[in-house]
Each structure stands twice: as structure tokens, then as C-alpha cells.
């Protein structure tokens, strides 16, 4: 049987963040109520013109720089011409041949191996009205009417295109994951798939193993979360292969993905790119980008999450725990570094944000912004652990009285108690009681068997409601069980 | 000489439903038009200014500020159909 390998592309659609539309002075924003925020030109109402978004095209650079992309000199806007009810000029303005940025790459990693994944382009668009069908069941194959709302038609939409490096749907969607976490990175949109604001295409072939040519790609759409995107694209592997394997073709079309059925159904074939009849828009201006703005664009880039990984690794994490607290909201990162400068083992801290800061902010229900928690603190909690002031179970507790306002490290570890006993005089008194009440532990131990000791750290730790320091607990009762 | 063109496809791509002997008028008057475009792009010139807007202006943009938008009644008003502050038009895809 061949095997088939999967060729895939993604294409991601962004809305920017930005306050008014990318043609016009209309408010941006999710939730409004339908067609408040229209004006003649988001309307495409005859006369009207538009002036572009200065703060879109710095985003979009943005955006393109952090995608290791080139900036072009000079771009171009286009019209791109079809029609469709939520498109009420009957064109798009989108742009063609000169986008703003070409021919970046993003690194995606998927169970320890990474791979480049190529970005062809990331060109700056209108998005398009919203439309609700309604009709038998609200179902888009029986709808008896359309609802049209523009308040979204004219907001910012940058489409990224990657290049058909991607080979599995487990690689999808770690692309599209990784290229989301890069926008809310740069602050440049809201990136909330729930609310569209970041949306998900692919385009899906399959070739013999060890063949160089491209077989016929399907574009898939509709996949409104990662884990959808991932089963879409499985799906349609699958699909082809089957296609393939029982003498079929795959016919070129776009497929819906089916959140319920998990399958992917076949849309009415639309107009191909040659009927798009592009041609430069001649209401809007060349742009011309130049080495001034585009050094401007750069010095506001924010670090990135692959050079933050970096600084992580240097600073002495493992792999694993870089990522995780790189991927941490930004607030535990603050504290992360804070800590760092405090001089807090950067293992320790980074183990402190990711598991128990972590898990308490989750357990108190509390947004990260909010956590009340100062470096320095972690730093104190840090240190304190390692001197062996207090032991690393009672840590924990010392952590929760902080995060509830009852003061510093020190200070919370003296207040509820829980300072380890670690004076020599004050444990040997234990250490003699519990050898006193075990006669034949001892017996057994003079016997040769040593593990007996591990019961007597537990009865001395009882007897001083685990205060005694277990370290020094082991030495004391090995000496006087030799002695 | 007149360029030939798929009429009945443009006429679809413009969603224009023509007469035949309309179909037959504007197959001509559309082939005169592109045969002059295809001599206006014969003629010698440079490439790189083809992106050129026509009265040389570059990087024109506004800043990202909101300014008031329409009244949505009196915008509805003007719609051959509306229902609770949208537009309301046909089915946006047949069933085939
Ligand atoms: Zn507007």
C-alpha cells in the first residue's frame, strides 16, 4: 500500500485591535449592538472615500517583523471583486501582489522537535460584514433569509500565509497556537477565536511518499477552536487518503468543517482567483514603508516569546519549564524576573510560579494581573526554603498566608509557626522520647536493618507537629542508634 | 481587431442577466475596450511606476481616532428590508 505524506498551508486571518476601522473613523469593537458603527464608506455608499489606518499598517509591520518577515518598500492596497451579502462594495479592499510583508518563518515545536514553517506573506485587508441565516433550524443550506450587520465590515484584518511546510494536523495546530500567542504578544488584537477575532483556514493535500509534486489541496474552513482545527485537518488527510487509495481524485473545492458530525462537508465551488479581478484600488495611495518608519515599527517590538525562551534557557532552566513559564501570564513573568534580581534561584522561582502561584490563582479564582505577590516576596520564600528555615511542605503554607496579605516569608513562617526546629538541644529531647517508646525499633536496627530509621523521623516529626528538621532529625537519632 | 471575450461569463461574474442580443451588443463594445487597453499597455514606459497613483501622492493615512458613525434608523430606513437593527436580504447561499 503507499503511503501518503500531507502537505499543508494555513491561512490566519487577524483582526487588529486597533480603536476606528482601517478605511474609515467607525469604532472598532465586539458586542455592539448590530449596525451602530457604520458609516458611508464601511457601507460602500457611492462618493465615499477612504483613507487608510495608520496605526493598521505599523500593526501589520508588527507583525510581519516579529514573523521574521521582510517589510516591502512600497505596497500597494487592490480590489479584490466578488460578491457576496456581506460585502457591500461588491470588492474587498485587500491587496495583491505587494503586501505589506513577504517571506518571514515561525518556528513551531511539536513533542520536542521543531519545525520551520515558512510565511509566504501577511497582507492588510477590510474585514467583511457579518451575516446570520436564518431560516429552518438556522442551518446555512436552508437558510430563507440573510441578517447582515456591518459593524465589522472595515475593521483591520491582516491574513498571514504560510508556506506548505506543515505535515500533520498535530503541527497545525501548534502553528496556529504559537502564531496566536505571537499577536496577543504584541498586543496588536484581541486574538479570541470565540469571538472571531483570530480565524483558522487550511488548505490540505496529500502526495505519494518521496514525490515532489503537490497533489490537489482542499481549503477547509469553519474551525473555530485549535482542537477543531486539529480534527479538521485529520479528518481531511484521512478523507483524501481514502479518496486516493480507492482509485478516486480529490476534487479541488472548500470543505466546511462539521463541529458536531466531525466531518468536513463540500461547499458550493467558488469563483477562483482569476475572477477575483484584482486591480489597484484608486481611491487609496501607495505606501511607501522607508528605513525610518520600519526602525521605528521595530524599537516597539515587545520580546517575543522565542527570544524570552532563550533568556530562560541562560538563565538556567530546563527546556520544559522555560516554555511553560514563558508561555505564563505576563504578570508571573514580571515577578519571575523581579525574583531573579532579588536573587532568588531562578529554578526554584520558576517551580513557585508554575505550580503552587499557579494552582492558587486557579483554586481563588483570581486573574494573574491581580496576583498580590512582589518579587522580592518570592525571592524571600526562596531563600528561606533553601537555609532550611522552613521545610518544603510547610513552604506551601507559608506561600498561602503571603498570597492572604498576612506580610512577608519570614514573617508568615514565625506568625503561623512553622519555623523548623533545627536547634541541636531542643530536638535531642524528642529524638530520646521516641527511642525511649520504641524499644524494638532499636533492636530491629542493631539488627541490620536501617530502614527503621524512616519510621523514627515520622514518630519524631509527629511529636513536634512537623517542625523538627528532618535532615537534622536523621543524623541525630543515627548517631545515638550507633552510639 | 476586437478582442473576443466570454461574454455570458463576465455577464455572470457581474450578475447581470442580459438578453441575447444584449449579450451580442456588449460582446462587442467590451472586445473595442479591451482592444484599446491592449494598445495603451503596448506603449513603452516604466514598469516600476505601474503601482503609481495617477497624481503621485504616497503615504497618505489618518490617525486611529473614532468619529461619529450614522444613525442606524435613518440608515435602515433606507433599506428595502430591515428587522431589529439589521439589514435583511435574501438567502446569501442557495441549496443546490
Ligand atoms: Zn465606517
Known amino acids: 500500500m503507499t503511503a501518503y505524506e500531507p502537505v499543508i498551508g494555513i491561512e490566519v486571518h487577524v483582526e487588529l485591535a486597533t480603536e476606528s476601522k482601517m478605511f474609515c473613523g467607525c469604532a472598532v469593537g465586539f458586542g455592539a449592538e448590530p449596525n451602530t458603527n457604520i458609516c458611508p464608506t464601511c457601507l460602500g455608499l457611492p462618493g465615499a472615500l477612504p483613507v487608510t489606518n495608520r496605526q493598521a499598517i505599523e500593526w501589520i509591520m508588527a507583525i510581519g517583523m516579529a514573523l521574521n518577515c521582510e517589510v516591502s518598500e512600497r505596497s500597494v492596497f487592490h480590489r479584490k471583486n466578488y460578491f457576496y451579502a456581506d460585502l457591500p462594495k461588491n470588492y474587498q479592499v485587500s491587496q495583491y501582489d505587494i503586501p505589506v510583508c513577504h517571506d518571514g518563518f515561525l518556528d513551531v515545536t511539536v513533542d520536542g522537535e521543531t519545525t520551520r514553517v515558512g510565511i509566504e506573506r501577511a497582507h492588510m485587508e477590510e474585514d467583511t460584514g457579518k451575516s446570520t441565516h436564518v431560516g429552518e433550524g438556522g442551518r446555512i443550506h436552508s437558510a430563507e433569509s440573510t441578517l447582515l450587520d456591518f459593524n465589522r465590515s472595515g475593521v483591520p484584518l491582516v491574513e498571514i500565509v504560510s508556506k506548505p511546510d506543515i505535515r500533520s494536523a498535530a503541527e497545525s495546530r501548534a502553528y496556529a497556537q504559537e502564531l496566536r500567542a505571537l499577536v496577543a504578544e504584541l498586543g496588536v488584537s484581541d486574538a479570541r477565536l470565540e469571538e472571531g477575532s483570530i480565524r483558522f483556514d487550511a488548505n490540505v493535500s496529500i502526495r505519494p511518499e518521496g514525490i515532489e509534486a503537490f497533489g490537489t489541496k482542499v481549503e477547509i474552513k469553519n474551525m473555530n477552536s485549535f482542537r477543531s482545527l486539529e480534527r479538521a485537518v485529520d479528518y481531511e488527510i484521512k478523507r483524501q487518503v481514502e479518496v486516493v487509495s480507492d482509485g478516486g481524485e480529490v476534487v479541488q473545492e472548500t470543505r466546511h468543517w462539521d463541529e458536531e458530525g466531525d466531518v468536513t462537508h463540500s461547499m458550493r465551488t467558488k469563483e477562483g482567483s482569476s475572477d477575483y479581478r484584482y486591480f489597484t484600488e484608486p481611491d487609496l495611495v501607495p505606501m511607501v514603508m522607508g528605513d525610518v518608519w520600519v526602525e521605528e515599527v521595530r524599537s516597539t517590538l515587545p520580546e517575543l516569546p522565542a527570544q524570552r525562551l532563550e533568556r530562560y534557557v541562560e538563565a538556567g532552566l530546563d527546556s520544559d519549564s522555560a516554555s511553560v513559564l514563558s508561555a505564563a501570564p505576563a504578570k508571573l513573568r514580571g515577578v519571575f524576573d523581579e525574583a531573579a534580581v532579588a536573587g532568588a534561584d531562578p529554578r526554584a522561582a520558576a517551580n513557585w510560579l508554575t505550580g503552587e502561584v499557579t494552582a492558587w490563582l486557579r483554586r481563588t479564582e483570581t486573574e494573574a494581573p491581580d496576583l498580590p505577590l512582589a518579587g522580592a516576596d518570592l525571592a524571600e520564600l526562596v531563600g528561606i526554603v533553601a537555609d532550611g528555615v522552613v521545610s518544603a511542605s510547610a513552604a506551601k503554607d507559608v506561600l498561602d498566608g503571603m498570597l492572604s496579605g498576612e506580610g512577608g516569608a519570614r514573617q508568615v513562617a514565625e506568625a503561623r509557626d512553622l519555623v523548623q526546629i533545627s536547634d541541636t538541644k531542643a530536638l535531642e529531647a524528642a529524638v530520646d522520647e521516641v527511642l525511649a517508646a520504641n524499644p524494638d525499633a532499636i533492636e530491629t536496627y542493631q539488627g541490620g536493618e536501617q530502614k527503621v530509621v524512616g519510621f523514627l523521623v515520622g514518630q519524631v516529626m509527629r511529636a513536634t507537629q512537623g517542625k523538627a528538621d528532618p535532615k537534622l532529625v536523621n543524623q541525630l537519632l543515627r548517631e545515638k542508634l550507633s552510639g | ?96
Open chain 2, 1 to 96: 481587431m476586437p478582442i473576443d471575450i466570454d461574454i455570458a461569463h463576465v455577464a455572470r461574474l457581474a450578475r447581470l442577466d442580459l438578453s441575447d442580443a444584449e449579450l451580442e451588443q456588449y460582446r462587442a463594445q467590451l472586445g473595442d475596450i479591451l482592444e484599446h487597453a491592449a494598445r495603451v499597455q503596448g506603449l513603452e514606459g516604466d514598469p516600476s511606476t505601474e503601482s503609481e497613483h495617477p497624481l503621485g501622492f504616497v503615504n497618505v493615512y489618518r490617525e486611529d481616532e473614532v468619529r461619529p458613525s450614522l444613525d442606524r434608523d435613518e440608515v435602515l430606513a433606507q433599506a428595502p428590508e430591515s428587522m431589529d437593527g439589521y439589514f435583511v436580504v435574501p438567502p446569501a447561499l442557495e441549496s443546490e
